[in-house]
């Protein structure tokens, strides 16, 4: 079963709150999608539970009975938080923000 909602949410690329559509398939957090800038987030749950708590992952991912503001607080931070290697799909952006971190980084060892 697949539910779609429709939350605002902190997108990384846009910097600031858009609006969201998240899906859940079989109870659990799937996809999450900026409706402004396109970027989509793939969810695995076994690769979170390598970087998460059972217990965060559970709280985050579970479909909500109603999406209230401590749980959407919960998937921003989750957004903010969740490192690049988790994305199960390559993302240009994602490459893009990784190349700038690779210059800063080159800048500071030279
Ligand atoms: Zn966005």
């Given amino acids: 079963m697949t539910t779609k909602l429709k939350t605002l949410l902190f997108c990384l690329y846009c910097n600031k709150e858009t609006s969201h559509t998240i899906i859940y398939k079989g109870g659990y957090l799937e996809d999450i999608k900026c409706n402004i800038c396109g970027n989509e987030i793939r969810i695995n749950r076994e690769k979170l539970l390598e970087t998460y708590t059972a217990d965060f992952v559970d709280r985050v991912l579970t479909k909500p ?45 030279s």
């Fill in 65 to 109: 009975h109603r999406l209230t503001e401590e749980i959407k607080r919960d998937l921003s931070q989750f957004l903010k938080s969740i490192p690049i290697r988790i994305l199960t799909k390559p993302y240009r952006i994602a490459r893009e923000i990784g190349d700038i971190l690779h210059q800063e980084k080159d800048e500071n060892c």
